[in-house]
């Protein structure tokens, strides 16, 4: 499906394109067609900007006095308030909904958990974008791109932050209607509800995620409907922006360690390529390290990379590596199976990007367990921010890395957290009011044997003496 762009925006292609990621076939496509692969070798696609002729920041703090401009819809949303480290489209066309306006909190609780010396560790709390989840960074860029090029409809397969953001920014748009494509398997509730509520159109197949990734690029393919999932070059540019806030945050300084979850690998690709374009711009002396944490049920990065060493290589990463590993996983049926539900993901689209975002940011790979990620969750929860199960892998993976000395502890550490608590009310509450031998039950996942850190209700009769007693006898 190829649809060229209204010829205003053709003084724009001179200097913004999109060019595939294999640098031996390095095909360019302009930046007002619609593709989600190379024409010519089914490689990912980039969007690439020819700096020398955009305005670039001087500074990264000259970025500071768009914020005295925050009556203006551009520059009140925390992604586009830095269009010009995306510049893919006209001031005029960007579309908001106010995203962004996201949180780096120092959290000394957590960091004891973590093992680091007390204020070394922050949390980009992404859970506070309007439809509770980092991807509202991505999509803002991604809608744009699709009302760039005239689209009515936009589809995307999800387990299901994507589709609560893409049918939130049709909602309150009203410029596209959302068709979203859901497997029956783990979705959670809190994001369900959300495509439902927001009125997109909801297509459960009887199939898992990856079927119902196949079928929506079939579908919208045949029936000429905009893309917007990870395969999607413009979502990348719009989550670039977390890690210019994060700088931001640190009045510009650049941390040791970027930690994120793993799931199809859009966001690590994406900040590798964010820091990437800093550097050449010569807006960062330092590039932070990365470190990407796959949860154990859904681990093809942790194997890839550590097992099997694939490295980005120059640009010619050895991808059958990959493909060979995918045949494995066909043969022995293994599905992807994790509490984090948002990175239940064995095939992540943009693994050819993350390994250069790996190769970029010096960095790590690492798995942690459901019984990690759910600990780790719950003390996070503890210390003031919710967030949903797969957000905690990154702070399960900080620990890790703590205790195997990779991360020392006066390093400076940025754990994302993807998503808001309230994504999956129900881990949480299986986590906090489960009988210990019921938990695998309850959970639906394996090893999971104990929560650490359960906070329990007690249970009292309707008495007020009794009562007293209790809270004295627990606080
Ligand atoms: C999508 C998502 C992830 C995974 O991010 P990728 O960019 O696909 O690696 C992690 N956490 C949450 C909450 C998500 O919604
Ligand atoms: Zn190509």
Redesign the pocket.
């Known amino acids: 499906m190829t649809t060229t762009a209204p010829s205003r925006q053709v003084s724009l292609a001179e200097k913004v394109y999109q060019r595939c990621l294999n640098i031996d076939c390095a095909a360019t496509y302009d930046v007002g067609e619609v593709r989600t692969k190379c024409g010519a070798c089914g490689d990912l696609l980039d969007v690439v900007y020819d700096w020398s002729r955009l305005p670039v920041p001087k500074r990264l703090s000259d970025m500071e006095a768009m914020w005295a401009r925050r009556h203006e819809p551009l520059r009140f949303s925390g992604v586009w308030r830095f269009h010009e480290l995306l510049p893919f489209a006209p001031p005029e066309r960007v579309i908001t909904v106010g995203e962004g306006q996201t949180l780096l909190q120092q959290a000394d609780f957590v960091s004891r958990y973590v093992g680091l010396r007390p204020g070394q560790l922050y949390l980009q709390y992404e859970g506070m974008n309007p439809s509770g989840?980092?991807?509202d960074n991505g999509m803002c860029a991604a809608f744009t791109h699709a009302h760039m090029v005239g689209a009515k409809r936009a589809a995307c397969a999800s387990?299901?932050?994507?589709s609560a953001s893409l049918a939130m920014y049709c909602a309150v748009t009203q410029l596209m209607r959302a068709i979203i494509f859901i497997g029956s398997g783990k979705i959670s509730y809190g994001k369900l509800s959300q495509a439902l509520e927001y009125g997109a159109l909801t297509v459960q197949i009887a199939g898992d995620f990856d079927d119902a990734m196949a079928r929506v690029q079939e579908i919208s393919k045949a029936l000429g409907i905009y893309l917007v999932n990870?395969v999607n070059p413009f979502r990348l540019e719009g989550?670039k922006t977390v890690m210019f806030r994060v700088l931001e945050a640190l009045r510009w300084e650049v941390p040791d360690w970027i930690v994120?979850?793993?799931?199809?690998?859009?966001?690590?690709?994406?900040f590798g390529k964010a820091f990437l374009e800093l550097k050449e711009l010569g807006l960062i002396s330092k590039v932070p390290r990365l470190a990407v944490i796959n949860a154990a049920g859904a681990d093809t990065l942790d194997v890839l990379y550590n097992q099997r060493n694939l490295r980005w290589n120059r640009g010619r990463p050895r991808m059958e590596t990959a493909c060979w590993y995918y045949d494995e996983l066909d043969r022995s049926k293994t599905k992807a199976d994790t509490i984090?539900s948002?990175?239940e993901?064995n095939r992540?689209v943009?693994l050819k990007k993350c390994l250069r975002a790996l190769d970029v940011c010096d960095g790590v790979v690492r798995k942690v367990s459901d019984q990690e990620i759910l600990d780790a969750k719950a003390q996070v929860g503890a210390g003031g921010i919710g967030c949903?199960p797969?957000?905690a892998a990154s702070v399960a993976g900080a620990k890790l890395l703590r205790q195997q000395g990779v991360i020392g502890y006066e390093d400076r550490v940025v754990c994302i957290l993807?998503?808001h608590q309230l994504?999956d009310p129900t881990a949480t509450v299986a986590y906090h009011t489960t009988d210990q031998d019921k938990f695998e039950e309850v959970l639906g996942s394996r090893g999971v044997t104990r929560a650490s850190y359960a906070n329990r209700a007690i249970a009292v009769p309707n008495d007020v003496e009794a009562i007293i007693k209790a809270i004295q006898l627990y606080s």
């Not at 387990?159 to 994507?162: A, V």
Request: aromatic letters at 4%.
């Open positions: 989840s980092f991807k387990t299901g932050n994507t990870s989550q994120v979850p793993g799931g199809n690998l859009g966001n690590s690709s994406a984090a948002a990175i993901i992540p943009n949903e797969a957000s993807t998503g994504k």
